[in-house]
């Protein structure tokens, strides 16, 4: 081999190298489907917070109710809550949905109906056989939101809604996703039929015929 070829391949693999290490990092850097939820929900939130009719320099008060009447979706929400509001340094305090505020102090009365959550994964956008795949990843929301002073008087009538999309890698797809929340979980898209049955199941027989080849062979 001449030096030109030698440095012709080295050249070729560090290329390669290097794009399967940009790959990886683009890949890593992508939030996880519970981040991307927290990261609009309370970009939205914030809006609604600062109000010029709402006096921040009062405590919030939340209650916060769910169309599903979903446990889960009720601890997120109530978790994100308690983040924006340590971020924006607010007093707050959570009561049931229904339930009377105890208090002779003046407040703003924050309610919140969790309407969907939801994660899915749309179709294909990269589909080579046996080769890279990727999908569309779409996440969305949609709450209602209320804020009131301590006598009732409406300040804020209005709806959270907010919808993401982006392109994520086919395999690996479940490390978005938390096991805590079944909201960020969804059913990626069909691959061909060929693909994901007939062609595992025959590298499985091949491997295992040749698995005893060696053996019956070596025993002779």
């Excluded at 916060?64 to 809550?81: C, G, P, T």
């Excluded at 949905?97 to 939801?118: H, Q």
């Excluded at 996703?177 to 990626?188: L, N």
């Amino acid at each position: 081999m001449n030096i030109n070829t030698f440095l012709k391949i080295s050249l070729f693999f560090l290329i390669f190298a290097g794009m399967v290490s940009y790959q990886a990092s683009a890949q890593n850097s992508q939030k996880s489907n519970l981040e991307i939820l927290e990261q609009d929900i309370s970009s939205e939130l914030d809006r609604f917070l600062y109000y010029p009719s709402v006096d921040r320099s009062l405590p919030f008060v939340f209650s916060i109710s769910s169309s599903k009447n979903n446990k889960e979706e009720k601890k997120f929400l109530q978790n994100l809550v308690k983040k924006t509001a340590s971020a924006e340094k607010l007093k707050i305090s959570f009561v049931n949905p229904g339930e009377e505020v105890k208090t002779d102090s003046a407040f703003n009365y924050c309610r919140i109906n969790i309407k969907k959550l939801n994660t899915v994964y749309t179709k294909l956008l990269k589909n080579s056989f046996l080769g890279e795949k990727s999908m569309e990843r779409k996440i969305t929301s949609e709450l209602g939101i209320e804020i009131e002073t301590s006598t009732g008087s409406m300040l804020v009538k209005d709806n959270i809604s907010t919808i993401y999309t982006d392109e994520i890698q086919y395999d690996g797809y479940e490390k978005f996703e938390s096991s805590e929340y079944g909201f960020t979980k969804s059913f990626p898209p069909d691959i061909s039929f060929l693909e994901s049955i007939i062609f595992p199941a025959a590298i499985i027989t091949a491997s295992a015929v040749a698995a005893i080849l060696f053996f019956t062979i070596r025993s002779k």
